[in-house]
């Protein structure tokens, strides 16, 4: 990403439009297309969605996910997904998108938007995504864009009033606070037996476990904020509004027309129109709100809040001056409040500060510490006394946060009873500490703070969950009220002979604390949560989670779509199955990467790529990072010098006999290309693969070895990263010695050694001493034919061929 604002090698779209138009859909698949790519999204609910949607595809091991509370980081990601204020504007990516780019127009965030909009670029494309409104200030501040209408896939119509009882199934009902949608929720209970809930101060966790619930249909209602308005995907039909104005800050207001689109847009999804009403405690919408809403046309966004981003850090009095600054473009409005200037303009004030706060590194840090949220949205004065506590820490003794004082905030919070406005105010906190244990030069063994927070967090959100399942869930009406048994303390117990037996046993109607039972969603979250070391899969494509049984990979369209088929889905509620469903198609996906050698083939097939390129990274990706030099041979020659690189740098190679991705060699590779072909061919692999070298061909099946990783040669099938190593090696002037201890090492029998050499195009002699001496009598054979231009495998400790010029 390049931060200059007068950087334009990019392309740069902006697809405007209404909700239900499919622009996140295709800015996903868009930045599939390019090698790198990094999203931009308004909230850390949405950035998580959009994360899960992206691993479904191509893999965690591929994917890094990064908020202000929640880094899931993998080794070497190449696409990040994250929230605005959290995109790390120092990385370089070739596709980039910005979510909801109008709200640069919101009076406290927007500043954070106006600044990605002027300079977040991706190197080679760059997207804009959000309301129609926002098409004026983009054709001003970007002129060279590509601007887009998008069209809404379905229809929204207005229904008027209805009350509570008469909302038909698959209904959302929006209030504007959260005693209200509490209030409300009881209400839906009574009459229909359950609903989900959706707020923004809920944790992730928590919020995927009600959105799931209702997702599978175990209710048929949602009552929610307007946290649902922005982007997140739920099978809505209608949307009834329970109130019609929102405290915004700083004062109680109706909600603009925008606003309700916003959130009435949520139902109807894809081709299913929807529809949006009010409660009939409310006044009807004016006909021009509903025209207006049902049209999707509003007055365009004149202005966008901004903020100097040119700050000056010499003192603290210089650097709220700076911040004071006002903008010179007309088009730009100086943000009038934010929670991190109020905090500085107070720090700023206490003299304590104002002693250590005098050069630019201690200025810079006070601004850090003013930028810490207050997810509390309590006392203020609370807040800033935190901030002051933080950074006079930080700027004495060893320049750390003391651990016993952070013990001392966070111990308390280590409490999950309670009811669900005790949990909602522990969790705000957490959060805070969440937020401050990313920030790792603060912090003594940040790692551990950042375990202690998120496990805090995770506890809260679990028993939040069931608070909220309890109170709005009828208990007859849902079966996740069993719990499972610990593994660890039913593993001897265990008769069934269910998958689940080691596991644990699923028992009835069990409610209250029990250390030595788990409930299904505090299971489900650990599956979730788990990295992709922590699941075992064997040959057979059987599935493990902590050393349990949980799934089985079943057979796809073709051996890079496997399917996934839980252990026992009958003992799942629907909301834990796609929970865990969606996290197993992520390690899927990464198994199948796995064998491919880590070849990104979704990125090399997009519009972008000439049709060689395409060809031949389609070519390999259904060959799992293998295939033949005659497969490849009319594409790779089609080529050009710069896509020939390309392909190098991520590890493709020209062998003798066939085109490979070199990592696609290594044995944990093959492993994963047998169980794949295993899958997908219905039969078990042939006996000793892929660890035998050499396998006896000379009986039925021999066309089905190159399949698993082998060639065919006369009578026996060599694994392919042997071939290539031989043939390398016969083509290497100096290669006779090497072929010869090759050979010997496979114990080949002499008449079956000749016939392979000579598939491969060698002679059939042995001893290279022995030939020394023939050719000194006039009788040296004639040169090897010539191959492609690969250079010899240099040795390793598995023998994966290294390819030279292409």
Known sequence: MNSSPSHRSSVVVAELGPT??????????????????????????????????????????????????????????????CTVEAMPTDKPVDFLAVDEIQ???????????????????????????????MRPMVQALIPHASVKRATRLSQLRFTGHRSLKSLPPRSAVVAFSADRVYELAETLRRLRGGVAVVLGALSPRTRNAQVAMYQSGEVQYLVATDAIGMG?????????????????????RDLFPDELAQIAGRAGRHLNDGSFGTLNTLPELSPRVVSAIESHRFPAVRSLIWR?????????????????????????????????????SKLALVPAIREVATDRARVELLWQVCQVPDFRKGLFGLHVSLLRETFLQLTAGDGKLDQDWMSRQVSPLDDVSGDIHTLMDRLAAIRIWTYISHRSSWLHDAEQWQERTRHIEDALGDALHERLVERFVQRAAR????????????????????????????????????????????????????????????????????GQPLARLVRGKDRRSPQIALAEPEVWTGGARRQVERRLVALARDLVTEAM????????????????????????????????????????????????????????????????????????????????????????APKGVPQEPVLDVS?????????????????VALRIDLVERISESLRHPHGARQVHALMQELQLESGVRARVLRALGGQAGGDPAKRRRRRRRGKAPAAAPSGSHGQPPRAAAHPTPQSGEG
């Open 308 to 344: 100097n981003p040119a700050l000056d850090f010499s003192h603290p009095d210089a650097l709220l001056e700076s911040l004071s600054q006002a903008p010179r473009h007309n088009a730009f409005v100086r943000v009038e409040r934010a929670d991190d200037y109020d905090a500085l």
């Open 699 to 715: 009986g039925p099946g021999a066309g089905n070895a190159r399949a698993f990783g082998y060639e065919v040669l006369g009578t």
């Open 103 to 133: 709200l640069a127009a919101h009076r406290e965030r927007g500043h954070v938007f106006t600044d990605r909009l002027l300079h977040a670029r991706g190197r080679r494309e760059t997207w804009f995504l959000g309301a129609d409104t």
């Open 479 to 546: 079966r996740s009220a069993r719990r499972f048994v610990r593994a660890t303390t039913t593993a001897t117990a265990a008769t069934s002979d269910s998958p689940f037996a080691k596991l644990g046993q699923l028992l009835g109607e069990t409610s209250g604390a029990d250390g030595g039972l788990m409930t299904e969603e505090q299971f489900v979250q650990r599956v979730v949560d788990a990295t992709h070391e922590t699941f075992e899969v064997d040959a057979s494509g059987n599935i493990s989670f902590e």
């Open 232 to 252: 997140l995907n739920l099978d809505l039909n209608h949307v009834a509004f329970a109130g019609l104005s929102k405290f915004d800050g700083a004062e109680q």
């Open 20 to 81: 239900n138009t499919g622009k996140t859909y295709r800015a996903i698949e868009r930045m599939l297309e390019h090698d790198t790519g990094m999203m931009g999204l308004p909230l850390r609910l949405l950035a998580r969605e959009v994360y899960d949607r992206v691993t479904a595809r191509v893999g965690e091991g591929r994917v890094a996910l990064m908020t202000g509370e929640e880094k899931r980081i993998p080794p070497r990601p190449d696409y990040w997904i």
């Open 597 to 684: 050698g880590g070849f990104p083939s979704e990125s090399l097939t997009g519009a972008g790529r000439s049709g060689a390129m395409r060809g031949l990274a389609y070519r390999l990706a259904e060959g799992l990072g293998i295939i033949s030099q005659g497969e490849a041979r009319e594409q790779w020659g089609l080529l050009d010098a710069e896509e020939r690189e390309r392909l190098k740098a991520l590890g493709v190679r020209e062998g003798q006999r066939f085109v490979y991705v070199a990592e696609a060699l290594a044995p944990q590779a093959l492993a994963r290309r047998c169980m794949l072909t295993a899958l997908f061919q219905q039969r078990p």
